[in-house]
């Protein structure tokens, strides 16, 4: 799915680097690498649409791309056989989703002037994914531009960091980011900034999952272990490995809440923490969250009113 294309402006800073990037892509003297990091998710995909368009539109304008040729609306919808997308299947990209990409960046280019592959959530590429991704990176085919999209630069190999351009994008503003939003019911997508702990990545996807649903879940879990109830445990039950570490994320950000009031202790937020690592690396959600549940037990609910 693809988020409409409205725009996203963030501080001053931003929009010069924004103009840069562009100047660069319209004189063909872009970097191979680009590494966006920051908090606005949403906007990094905005300008990683917006480059592959600047790259590849057959009737460019002084303000931008056209929107109206075929390459532009092709990219705009997701089809464009020179612009790839990658993102995690479940929650991490794995190896055999980089070695099935890989071919397609070596082959000639179809129908654009240049080849746009954009990785999302780069964070969760895998060690042996992201190795398989290096060794592309070191050896670049002419004409490609391959982007990471990340929440945070720590989280991608120093050896492909270090061959890429940094662009920060700041975190935005609740307004911001509720406009990026386009055409979604603006009570729930208040709700879910909520619910996110003003965290615009995790807000967009409790909005795409269904605020009410997580609310449910969340609650649920807080009252199984408040009364240490295995029994509405269980009922909580099957979810799978994406919808856990969503929840649990939530969870964590009432946990921590609930330390700054002083009714948590800081252990519980380390705990939530740890399930969500386990989480990442192929485990039954079922497992960890029983585990997870049966340590807040024992330290006395996770109460955070
Ligand atoms: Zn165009």
Not at 48 to 61: D, E, F, K, V
Not at 177 to 194: I, K, N, P, S
Not at 238 to 245: F, L, S, Y
Request: with cysteine.
């Amino acid at each position: 799915m693809f988020w409409m294309l409205n725009s996203l402006l963030g501080c001053d800073d931003m929009n010069r680097q924004l103009e840069l990037l562009e100047k660069a892509a319209r004189e063909n003297r872009l970097a191979h690498l680009l590494l966006f990091h920051g908090g606005s998710a949403l906007q990094q995909r905005e300008v990683a649409l917006r480059l592959a368009q600047i790259l590849n539109c057959s009737q460019l304008t002084p303000q931008g791309p056209c929107q109206t040729c075929l390459a532009c609306r092709k990219i705009i919808s997701g089809n464009h056989p020179d612009v790839l997308w990658l993102k995690p299947l479940k929650t991490t990209i794995g190896i055999e989703q980089v070695l099935a990409w890989q071919p397609k960046v070596y082959l000639k280019h179809y129908e654009g002037n240049y080849k746009v592959s954009v990785i999302e959530q780069a964070d969760a590429l895998t060690l042996p994914a992201a190795n398989a991704l290096l060794k592309v990176i070191e050896e670049p085919p002419e004409r490609t531009l391959i982007i990471l999209s990340a929440e945070n630069a720590e989280g991608i190999l120093p050896t492909i960091q270090s061959r890429a351009q940094l662009v920060y994008f700041p975190n935005l503003s609740e307004a911001t980011w509720l406009t990026g939003l386009g055409e979604v019911d603006q009570q729930e997508a208040v709700r879910a900034f909520q619910l996110s702990g003003k965290n615009q990545n995790l807000a967009t996807a409790i909005l795409e999952h269904g605020v009410q649903i997580v609310q449910d879940w969340v609650e649920k879990f807080r009252t199984a272990v408040d009364k240490r109830d295995f029994l509405k445990l269980f009922a909580l039950f099957p979810i799978d490995k994406n919808q856990a570490v969503l929840y649990l994320q939530v969870i964590a950000v009432q946990a921590q809440a609930g330390i700054q009031k002083g009714i948590i202790q800081p252990f519980e937020l380390l705990a939530i923490g740890k399930a969500i690592d386990v989480l990442r690396q192929q485990v039954n959600p079922r497992l960890v969250i029983e585990v997870l549940a049966i340590e807040l037990f024992q330290q006395g609910g996770a109460r955070c009113d």
